[in-house]
DNA sequence: CTTATTATACTCAACTAGAGCATAATAAGG
DNA sequence: CCTTATTATGCTCTAGTTGAGTATAATAAG
């Protein structure tokens, strides 16, 4: 605390031997497909530097977000920063501050974007797709490998804790999937070194790793921590909305929360919540190819936004 | 998105004109009053500047802070880092990157913090404290301006819009009062030219500003922040109990809680949410200094929190 | 005209949250 | 001792929310 103590600043070049980086993890959801954003065949999140000219962060993210895909961001919301010695091994000299967001966009892919930018999002996390029943790779291959690391710890403290900690996550012995865990899961994962970059970092230990895509540094972590956001948000605010075009049934809404939170929902319910919430309004026109019975098609109620508390898609 | 477009990076020189200022929200409520650590005489939260020895951002902080306090942090929150060009005035050549934290204590003061440096906090925002009713500024100083604001738009959209958000943030024209919206009552006062950090941002505009104690720069906009986000973290996790002492009575937890929150709670919900969520546990002595019938001692349980999903104290 | 598929309306039971009533256990003042 | 004030603690009632199911409507394909 400079103002309280009589530590002296470091000198100008010290102090300015830092960097920053603004990391984006863009998200679509074009016919309900949980889609992000990547770079170098799916390895890498887009990034690039915060450069002086940017008025601020959010807008220099916005800028560049919108320049390189051509197509605007709704919602941008800040995750996390860090700056971790072990994470930017690329710059021992200096220290790089990472500026992590989420962005929501309703448009997939322009010309901008070359083909296989856009991502489903469970290529990188195969286990979080429950929309079809618990993924066959949970039971059959995370758990056991779970048990087994559990099984290695020294103490039987610890063996209890680190399964009760994976139950927890994962969902197994009685208790239940909570999909907002996103990054819970992913860490515990690679505590365990069961994914690339643990067995990167740490040398060493060529586990077997559990399927699903790796990328380049703490790349993953950071979507496991936009897809956990996304997962939390969507419970308190219309954020999906952002995702959506401006007509739609209520089908392909509920479709599109299904794809973000990776589980299935009550359709009757599903669309009480809507509303009665009054988060849509009619548009008066029908939807022919549901391929059954005719859907109304609705749009998004933009003046929920200031009018009540202001709910989610719970 | 330096991997996908062909923009070159800038020079080291530019690139790193930029360095890193952590700033600290640390909070305790000792007897249920809500707390937070300030310095130069209660106008700035205390910060210090990114070292490049700190193994991590939040390792950095933490170890100022329990160097400056003398005591240990129990919970530490990233709350937003922002970089906005006309915040730094200071600093036109390069850029500062202020990463501010919400951190929880549970011991007040000790030798090393000067006195007065802890302060509470509704000296900063008197408007936030409804645990004896809405405050009398509310309605007499703070609405009739935000409606003289409201009138003065030139759009009658505008005048619609203004005056629906201030009654949604503070509560008037049946709206009700939510206690999580700190942020956003905060920056409406700003907006409207309603505290002193806007008059001196924007020069001119002497307007009479509410009540309630100004600080650097944005340092109240960050505070608000950090109470937003306590008051929106202690219902679904239980942060409560890092400001509490080892043991305490039920009350106490209670009025801790309606500290923080700044409204009350009905006392036997109260106690039935705590006590249904296992948060808690019976020490087996009493307290006697209740000045009425004793109450048990209770002591939180550590073990929720690698329980059930884990709950908080809504 | 039957089957498959989707849309939409309604019901029911379990649980949750807000509010109040009632009683217990102490201290202080007469 | 007895009354009053104060806090602790147990219990009930009601309204609202949520999860799950039943029933019916409207379309396309065969």
Redesign the pocket.
């Known amino acids: 605390m400079r103002d309280t103590s009589g530590v002296t600043r470091e000198s100008a070049a010290e102090r300015h031997a830092i960097s920053a980086d603004l990391i984006a993890v863009l998200v679509a959801a074009p016919n309900g497909n949980p889609v992000v954003l990547t770079v170098k065949d799916g390895s890498a999140l887009p990034s690039g530097p915060f450069e002086l000219i940017h008025r601020s962060l959010q807008s220099g993210l916005r800028n560049w977000v919108e320049q390189q895909t051509g197509h605007p961001v709704g919602y941008i919301e800040q995750l996390y920063t860090f700056a971790d010695r072990d994470r930017s091994s690329d710059e021992p000299a200096g220290r790089v501050i990472s500026i992590s967001y989420l962005g929501l966009t309703r448009e997939e892919p322009s010309h901008r974007t070359p083909p296989g930018s856009w991502r489903n999002w469970y290529e990188f996390f195969p286990w979080e797709d429950h929309r079809e029943g618990a993924p066959e790779i949970i039971g059959d291959i995370i758990v056991p490998r779970l048990r087994q690391w559990a099984d290695e710890a020294e103490q039987q403290d610890e063996r209890q804790n680190r399964l009760r900690r994976a139950a927890g996550a994962f969902g197994f012995d009685d208790r239940h999937w909570n999909e907002e865990m996103v990054l819970q899961r992913y860490e515990l994962l690679y505590e365990a070194g069961l994914v690339e970059e643990a067995v990167r970092a740490r040398g060493a230990k060529v586990a077997a790793t559990v399927p699903g895509r790796a990328m380049t540094g703490d790349h993953r972590r950071i979507l496991a921590t936009g897809i956990g956001r996304l997962r939390t948000k969507i419970k308190y605010r219309p954020v999906v909305f952002e995702l959506m075009q401006p007509s739609f ?4 809404l509920q479709r599109a929360v299904e794809a973000l939170a990776g589980v299935t929902v ?4 599903f ?3 809507i ?2 919430q009054d988060l849509v309004e009619e548009t008066g026109e ?3 190819d ?7 098609l609705f749009r998004f109620r933009h003046s929920v936004l200031d009018d009540r508390p202001a709910a989610g898609t ?1």
């Open positions: 049934t209520l089908l392909q009550h359709k009757q319910n669309r009480r919540l509303e009665q029908m939807s022919a549901t391929g059954g019975r005719p859907a109304k719970k």
